[in-house]
């Protein structure tokens, strides 16, 4: 068979542009004279060995066209562990297919899956070039200045809390906590922030994995905003931990690298209410928070299909062992610029917030923080009435 198609295979969670991305990349190969067939693995790798593969070629123009704008992953996704030997006979399979070249969208462990099916094409005498394109709602990869997906999610969750608080506000009578998902990196959970927006109020905290929880000095703050308000709003990631590194709330399961977390935001409202003695709450967005397309990013979704077309671009110009990446440019006005980095410096190397993003009693975020973030919202939130 003659080696000239271009496979796109994802991997990990999805996100609310994950198919941005693979709308990006599959225009530009279908546009581009010499590549003849442009081809997706349904299932993600599973589906490169299983040779259960969609021929975009074959795809209506109208359906095609859908894919920025729909959620989850058009053409599937796994967590399917590898070993070794695996990424020798996925290198092998491709070559039997007639694979030339090959994209891989997805976070942390797709990059090294990724970076892994590149040193065995590579060392193996495979003539296949790979390309990655990077995909985290929790914008956990490495040496890019965000990924696709994560802005989504972020509009999501700002937006989400604004309501909440515009309902606790109504009602004053409870603590409400709401966990945010994010592993180890607490962007998401820090852009409930933007709640502000609102026009009633943003979330009274926001406590984030990057710094050691404190059950008593969460209830100390707990308790001033009963004082003070007789009500209050937490923001939580999904992975606080004390310090000695045990979680709040313990893990249901860890398969791998996948942990199924139990639930923070429950076990802070039973504490609130047994040890204070006051209503709370929890609330859990769970994953409609990285699925939501009504609150899709329009500055995500142009970035992800940007990816996805540099990343076709710079495979079929022969640069490979890399991924695509966001470097920005500047702030106000938002202007930021696509890089190409070497799939090695992000393979499974996680960015968590940095210090000046968070406050100093570590149950916020700091300005720099909002300068950070909010152009990649998109436009402002919906503002809403209130009279109390």
Same mark, same amino acid.
């Given at each position: 068979?003659?080696?000239?198609?271009?496979?796109?295979?994802?991997?990990?969670?999805?996100?609310?542009?994950?198919?941005?991305?693979?709308?990006?990349?599959?225009?530009?190969?279908?546009?581009?004279?010499?590549?003849?067939r442009v081809l997706g693995a349904l299932g993600g790798v599973g589906g490169i060995t299983d040779g259960n593969l969609v021929d975009f070629g074959?795809?209506?123009?109208?359906? !095609?066209? !859908?894919?920025?704008?729909?959620?989850?992953?058009?053409?599937?996704?796994s967590r399917k562990p590898l070993e070794d030997e695996d990424y020798?006979?996925?290198?092998?399979?491709?070559?039997?297919?007639?694979?030339?070249?090959?994209?891989?969208?997805?976070?942390?462990?797709?990059?090294?899956?990724?970076?892994?099916?590149?040193?065995?094409?590579?060392?193996?005498?495979?003539?296949?070039?790979v390309v990655g394109i990077p995909k985290t709602m929790d914008n956990d990869i490495a040496v890019t200045d965000h990924a696709p997906g994560f802005a989504s999610a972020a509009r999501y969750m700002a937006a989400t809390t604004s309501a909440i608080c515009c309902d606790v506000r109504g009602l004053p009578?409870?603590?409400?906590?709401?966990?945010?998902?994010?592993?180890?990196?607490?962007w998401v959970s820090a852009s409930s922030c933007f709640a502000d927006e609102s026009g009633t109020g943003g979330p009274d905290l926001?406590? !984030?994995?990057?710094?050691?929880?404190?059950?008593?000095?969460?209830?100390?703050?707990?308790?001033? !905003?009963?004082?003070?308000?007789?009500?209050?709003v937490v923001v939580v990631s999904e992975g606080l931990h004390a310090a000695d590194g045990t979680p709040?709330?313990?893990?249901l399961m860890t398969v791998g690298r996948a942990t199924y977390f139990g639930d923070v935001s429950a076990h802070l409202a039973k504490l609130v209410i047994s040890e204070l003695g006051y209503k709370a709450r929890s609330e859990k967005p769970g994953?409609?928070?990285?699925?939501?397309?009504?609150?899709?990013?329009?500055?995500?979704?142009?970035?992800?299909i940007g990816c996805g077309r540099e990343a076709t671009r710079a495979v079929l110009e022969g640069d490979s062992g890399k991924m695509v990446g966001i470097e920005r440019l500047s702030n106000e006005p938002y202007e930021s610029r696509l890089i190409r980095i070497p799939i090695e410096q992000v393979m499974l190397d996680e960015r968590t917030m940095p210090d000046e993003y968070i406050n100093e009693r570590g149950n916020g975020v700091t300005d720099a923080f909002r300068r950070w973030c909010r152009p990649l919202l998109g436009p402002e939130l919906p503002r809403f009435a209130s009279f109390v």
């Open positions: 068979m003659e080696a000239d198609g271009l496979l796109v295979v994802h991997g990990g969670g999805p996100t609310a542009v994950i198919n941005a991305s693979l709308y990006g990349a599959v225009d530009e190969a279908l546009n581009t004279p010499g590549v003849g074959q795809v209506s123009r109208d359906k !095609l066209d !859908l894919l920025p704008f729909s959620p989850s992953s058009a053409i599937g996704t020798r006979e996925l290198a092998h399979a491709l070559d039997r297919q007639g694979i030339r070249w090959l994209l891989c969208t997805g976070g942390n462990g797709t990059m090294d899956t990724c970076g892994k099916i590149w040193r065995a094409c590579h060392e193996g005498g495979v003539p296949i070039d009578i409870h603590i409400v906590i709401v966990e945010a998902m994010g592993r180890n990196a607490g926001i406590y !984030l994995p990057e710094r050691a929880f404190d059950e008593r000095a969460f209830l100390d703050d707990a308790q001033r !905003l009963i004082d003070e308000k007789g009500s209050g709040v709330a313990p893990p994953l409609i928070g990285r699925a939501s397309i009504a609150w899709q990013s329009p500055v995500d979704r142009e970035e992800a």
